[in-house]
């Protein structure tokens, strides 16, 4: 690579999944420096950290013009739904992520669903209602389980599975009345339960290509056999063995090609990596949300199987050149079991040191990508509710699993707490 023109590259966000890309990106011989805002104790040993906030655009933005940044990568969802895209691309900086009104696919469950339908897309019957009365009547005349979603942004936390009027009552007052999730509640939808298995997609689209890459299992729930409350992911494999040749193909023809397809038609071009979040019912897979973004953890398990230079993909979205690249994975197993502080996701302390990641260090196929973690006298302590995701890969999943596990036998910090069934639906 002597004498070639190299990158500066600035990725956006703070957790397992920012970690993972920042990883990923230090492979290719593409590029000369990385900077992450605002990253954590993990990233920084990668990456140098500058302290500004994921979704402070315009402090970004001159950050990105000051240091004559060639490429910015967007990681989390909220600066996206900003226009963050949007407002680079105006001052002629060059950005990795859909536009404001192609991430409303995520930031709108409303737009999404009015999509999914205007393009035969499927996925659950649904209603919107802006007043919880009206919601409340309609929800009289249908059986349960229904599901309830607060059309905005809620991190997770606007989906509500309910069994009775009770908590129907509950999960509108919760939205509606209290407006818990602010303008996120305005408007809610009511929708089938379905049942099924779920599934992670995640593709590359450079607007008019659709690259999908290999399947995972993000696990929401905070303890063993998928019990308890929702949590932002405690862990996650690849690939899915029950998703099959089938799924795969209903998946490209009657949902990934029509979405992109979709968007377009909508004057919503899509460049980015989308992700459909997917439930495979008795009548085939349906989608229960899209996502405008890398999910996390998924994220942790699907690139360290990327064969292709990450950076080159990026370009090529950005290009509209997707189908001159051939993007190639291993044939392998990844599994990342997150570690998270005891009490997640209700209230948990912050600031325990971390110890034993050294010891990791000297084992092979296996890394510890930091979350809530940060570095204090020389110290990593904690900082957060999903602390570190041990993720580790092998010929199958049975191995990955076994090697996590041991990893994540080194590590101790105080009421630390993780599932003991990643990725068991997958052996069984
Ligand atoms: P969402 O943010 O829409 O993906 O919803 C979060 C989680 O709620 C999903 O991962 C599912 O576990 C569950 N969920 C959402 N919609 C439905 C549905 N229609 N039927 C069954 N479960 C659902
Ligand atoms: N793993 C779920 C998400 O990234 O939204």
Known sequence: MKGQFKMKVLVIGSG?????????????????????????????????????????????ANFAKKEKIDLTVV????????????EFSEQGLRIFGPSKEATEIESSKVFSKYLMKKYNIPTANYEVFKNSEKAFNYIKQQAFPLVIKADGLAAGKGVFIVKNMVQARDALDTLMEEKKFGEAGRQVI???????????????????????????????????????????????????????????KIFLQKILIPVIEGLQKEGREYKGVIYAGLILTKDGPKVLEFNARFGDP?????????????????????????????IEWEDNAAVCVVLASGGYPGKYQKG????????????????????????????????GGRVLGITAWAENITEAKKKAYEGMEKIYFEDMYYRKDIATKAIK
């Open 298 to 326: 998924e994220t942790q398990v699907i690139l360290p199987r990327l064969k292709t230079d990450l950076i080159d993909i990026l370009n090529a979205v950005i290009d509209e050149t997707l189908h001159k690249i051939n």
């Open 190 to 248: 009511i929708e089938e339960f379905l049942e099924g298995e779920e599934v992670s997609i995640l593709a590359f689209s450079d607007g008019r290509n659709v690259v999908p890459m290999v399947s995972s299992q993000d696990h929401k729930k905070i303890y063993d056999n998928d019990q308890g409350p929702n949590t932002g992911g405690m862990g996650a494999y690849s690939p899915v063995p029950f998703y099959n040749h089938k799924s795969e």
């Open 75 to 86: 990681g989390p969802e909220l600066p996206l739904s900003r226009g963050i895209v949007n």
């Open 352 to 383: 325990k040191v971390i110890s034993g990641l050294e010891r990791l260090k000297k084992m092979e196929d296996i890394i510890v990508f930091h979350a809530g973690s940060k570095l204090q006298d020389n110290k990593v302590i904690t900082s």
């Open 16 to 60: 397992g999944r920012e970690h993972t890309l920042v990883w990923k990106i230090t492979q290719s011989p593409k590029v000369s420096q990385i900077y992450c805002a605002p990253g954590n104790a993990g990233i920084s040993k990668l990456a140098q950290c500058i302290n500004i906030d994921a979704d402070n655009i315009e402090k970004l």
